[in-house]
């Protein structure tokens, strides 16, 4: 792995870990399916776009569509809107461990369900990583933590998990800045409906809010989507997901500098867990993967 793939990963894991911060200002002002659905529709049209500027095209196939449409739904629509609403009553560094034990997830699945060896190493990194999720989990309902909250943004990483098993092998076909906006805009008609059905516009302005949105909208929407495919191109999908260990951290860290959220000891015991159990996982996958190939 290379300096350049090195940056490219740290910057990915920074951009993805602030939007929980960025977040929690946002649907502290305004209504959170109604604002998650406007980001989606500008970094969605802003993105194909883009595609379209650079030749990329719309006309995809059967398969690029499918991926599309569950990613729309189940990422955007499902994990992206569940933490928005959860966010109102949850802190985000909280908000941000959870969705975090995503690799985690993938990793058990695909033990689980699909029969996938998971050598001793992984098997360490996944109990490693729900004994991390237990010390913080711990801690904060002793804490009185918002459970309904809490379930939202369980339900939100289950639904992620389920995207990524479902859209598994499925490729862009090179027009990956088309897909990615084409996804964000599925996501934003699913959201304003549910807006539509459920919420009153009711907005605080503030220069916050607006630097916060915009900074939603363009850095982890868009930007952060097209540095991740940037890296899975140059290091493959198994490599590039090994800077997943660092969003437990970076995501407690942000929300402290920019909230004032609190972190405890239980709280940092188990970031370090769950980065070591996530850490442990992705290497694991990357040896199977090496194995195989040579197999």
Not at 254 to 271: F, K, R, T, Y
Request: glycine share 12%.
């Amino acid at each position: 792995m290379d300096i350049r793939a090195i940056l490219m990963g740290l910057a990915f894991a920074v951009m993805w870990s602030s939007a929980f911060s960025s977040a929690r200002i946002i649907v502290a002002a305004a209504p959170p399916v109604s604002a998650l659905a406007l980001r989606f529709l500008i970094s969605g049209l802003l993105g194909v776009l883009i595609a379209w500027a650079l030749g990329q095209s719309w006309r995809l196939t059967r398969g690029q569509w499918r991926a599309t449409i569950v990613f729309g739904v189940c990422q955007n629509a499902l994990y992206l809107g569940m933490n928005f609403v959860a966010m109102q009553t949850v802190e985000a560094s909280l908000a941000a461990i959870i969705a975090s034990t995503m690799p985690l997830l993938v990793a058990f699945a695909g033990w689980a369900l699909f029969r996938e060896r998971l050598p001793l190493l992984g098997i360490a990194g996944l109990v490693a990583g729900i004994a991390g999720v237990v010390i913080i989990m711990g801690a904060r309902l002793q804490g009185g933590v918002d459970l309904y909250g809490l379930g939202l943004c369980v339900l939100g990483v289950i639904a992620l998990t389920f995207a990524t098993l479902a859209v598994r092998g499925a490729t862009s076909g090179g027009n990956f800045l088309m897909v990615v906006g084409l996804q964000m805009l599925v996501g934003a008609a699913v959201l304003g409906v549910v807006a539509v059905a459920t919420e009153t516009i009711e907005i605080a302005w503030s220069w916050p809010l607006v630097a916060a949105f915009v900074y939603t909208t363009l850095v982890p929407g868009l930007a952060a989507t097209l540095v991740w495919f940037m890296l899975v191109q140059r290091i493959g999908a198994t490599r590039a997901a090994t800077f997943h260990f660092l969003n437990p951290f970076l995501g407690v860290a942000i929300a402290a500098v920019l909230l004032g959220e609190s972190l405890g000891a239980n709280d940092m015991i188990g970031v370090v867990v769950i980065m070591g159990g996530i850490l442990a996982v992705q290497l694991s996958r990357q040896r199977a993967a090496r194995a195989a190939m040579r197999g």
